[in-house]
């Protein structure tokens, strides 16, 4: 079974330092990857793919099969960005009706 | 145009009583998600449907838990006789189809409390 990791449920960085927020999958074939972003008193939305191979916002996330990992990062934080995110993870094009497997979310606070 | 909406927003209710959770899709989307996210938790799928049709129900937690989609369109998620590890926010969510690469579109989600 599939199943997606973040390590850190609160990360706390202050304006204009770079931020990562971790994001480790398992399973077993090729999985397409998403960071999904909820703001506050907003519904959860989607930030990026990495299909899409594109930078939202200034956040960029690389796939990286070999370490199982689709790390979100940004060089420098606004106040902005300051949010719960959730990485999620769906089975891939080798099959279709593909449900969301969801990370327990990471909330980032960018402080001024 | 609107996006996917859910009522109630907040539904408190007690145990043992039954409660009908309901969805509206994006208009044209055919498929259409249900997800539970209990407190400081992620979200855990519950059942996909596409069309009408539900392929996917795995992750239904009891026979307690139902849900139907009528017309392409809404969905109603039902819980009978709910119990306190019910309480959660059951969020739906519609994409344009169930391609994997597809984004999911969410609603606010139903507040649900069991006293």
């Known amino acids: 079974a599939q199943r997606v990791t973040q390590p850190e449920k609160l990360l706390s960085v202050f304006k204009g330092a770079p931020v990562e927020l971790k994001c480790n999958y398992s399973y077993s074939g090729s999985p397409e990857l998403f960071w999904y972003v909820q703001y506050s008193r907003q519904r959860l939305q989607l930030l990026l793919r990495?299909?899409s191979r594109e930078s939202i916002k200034g956040f960029t996330a690389d796939l990286n099969k070999g370490e199982t990992s689709f790390h979100l990062k940004k060089p420098f934080a606004q106040e902005e960005d300051s949010a719960m995110y959730y990485c999620?993870?769906?089975?891939?094009?080798?099959?279709?009706?593909?449900?969301?497997?969801f990370g327990e979310g990471t909330q980032l606070t960018v402080n001024p | 145009g609107a996006g996917v909406s859910q009522s109630p927003s907040n539904k408190v209710t007690e145990k043992g009583k039954d409660v009908e959770l309901r969805c509206d899709p994006i208009?044209?989307?055919?498929?259409l998600y249900w997800y539970r996210q209990r407190l400081g938790q992620g979200l855990e799928f519950l059942i996909y449907?596409?069309?009408?049709?539900?392929?996917?129900k795995s992750g239904l937690p009891s026979d307690r838990f139902s849900a139907e989609r009528t017309g392409e369109s809404v969905s109603t998620l039902t819980i009978q006789r709910t119990q306190q590890e019910d309480s959660a926010v059951y969020l739906c969510?519609?994409?344009?189809?169930?391609?994997?690469?597809?984004?999911?579109?969410f609603g606010p989600g139903t507040r649900l409390t069991v006293l």
């Open positions: 990495h299909i």
């Open positions: 208009s044209g989307h055919t498929a």
């Open positions: 449907f596409q069309g009408n049709s539900a392929p996917d």
């Open positions: 969510a519609s994409s344009p189809s169930g391609a994997s690469y597809n984004e999911q579109f």
């Open positions: 999620a993870l769906s089975k891939g094009r080798e099959t279709s009706g593909s449900r969301l497997t």
